[in-house]
């Protein structure tokens, strides 16, 4: 391969990665409202 190649590789690569990176949220996921209102997860019934 040129070095060409290897920049487009190079920059396809990096391209990529960035943009997967980008994807999402940080941290873990948190329900919407106040905290003394969130109802879930609860336990469920039994039967």
Do not use: N, S
């Not at 994807?23 to 919407?32: F, H, V, W």
Request: with cysteine; glycine share 10%.
């Amino acid at each position: 391969m040129t070095a060409r190649h290897w920049r487009r590789a190079l920059l396809l690569g990096l391209a990529l990665a960035l943009g997967l990176a980008a994807c999402g949220k940080k941290g873990a996921p948190q329900a919407p409202g106040p905290k003394d209102q969130i109802t879930y997860p609860r336990v469920y019934p039994p039967y």
